[in-house]
T-cell receptor, first 112, second 111 residues
Framework: NAGVTQTPKFRVLKTGQSMTLLCAQD?????MYWYRQDPGMGLRLIHY???????AKGEVPDGYNVSRLKKQNFLLGLESAAPSQTSVYFC???????????FGPGTRLTVL | KNQVEQSPQSLIILEGKNCTLQ??????????LRWYKQDTGRGPVSLTI?????NTKSNGRYTATLDADTKQSSLHITASQLSDSASYIC??????????FGAGTQVVVTP
């Protein structure tokens, strides 16, 4: 039982490049979330999903897209990376009737 | 303005000593409050969760308190250990499940 995993762990992009971050969970959780964490700020919600095939915008969705084609996977895409997207990205999941979110180890992204 | 404010931003304590971290929030209506521990380079891990009707919750050497009237919470670490060095994040949930995260308190425990 690996919990929540994220790939890659680190990535450096040039401005304008695209990439996809993968989040996978093996706990059969309904809800999945993508956050970004910046110095001096709390985690901010980018997008979330309440089930397979559904996604919704969070607090800071601009510049990101997501997909939830399979229940266990939640993908975060950057179509044209910008330096403002330099951050640490965390994925989380939780069960339908539970309060607690379980977080992945994070992906550190640098956009030059 | 962040609806969850934590203090201090950082603190250094000697191994074996106690410390208390503060969290003030303005989230309303309020559902529950959680404290997470985040080790460097890792994701946050839940320590405690309290609903509005609870005023204290313990997890080993960690004790969280909640005063829903004054919208304040604290996390007390007893007999600190080197492994307690981490960022501690206060997270408040509104009734619709939306989470508001504090910026965290960075704790460094020195030998």
């Amino acid at each position: 039982n690996a919990g929540v995993t994220q790939t890659p762990k680190f990535r450096v992009l040039k401005t304008g490049q695209s990439m996809t971050l993968l989040c996978a969970q093996d706990m059969n959780h309904e809800y999945m979330y993508w956050y970004r964490q910046d110095p001096g700020m709390g985690l901010r919600l980018i997008h979330y999903s309440v089930g397979e095939g559904t996604t919704a915008k969070g607090e800071v969705p601009d510049g990101y897209n997501v997909s939830r084609l399979k229940k266990q996977n939640f993908l975060l895409g950057l179509e044209s990376a910008a330096p403002s997207q330099t951050s640490v990205y965390f994925c989380a999941s939780r069960a339908l009737a539970a309060n607690e979110q379980f977080f992945g180890p994070g992906t550190r992204l640098t956009v030059l | 303005k962040n609806q969850v404010e934590q203090s201090p931003q950082s603190l250094i304590i000697l191994e074996g000593k106690n410390c208390t971290l503060q969290c003030n929030y303005t989230v309303s209506p309020f559902s529950n409050l959680r404290w997470y521990k985040q080790d460097t380079g890792r994701g946050p891990v839940s320590l405690t969760i309290m609903t509005f009707s609870e005023n204290t919750k313990s997890n080993g050497r960690y004790t969280a308190t909640l005063d829903a009237d004054t919208k304040q919470s604290s996390l007390h670490i007893t007999a600190s250990q080197l492994s307690d060095s981490a960022s501690y994040i206060c997270v408040v949930s509104g009734v619709w499940g939306k989470l508001q995260f504090g910026a965290g308190t960075q704790v460094v425990v020195t030998p």
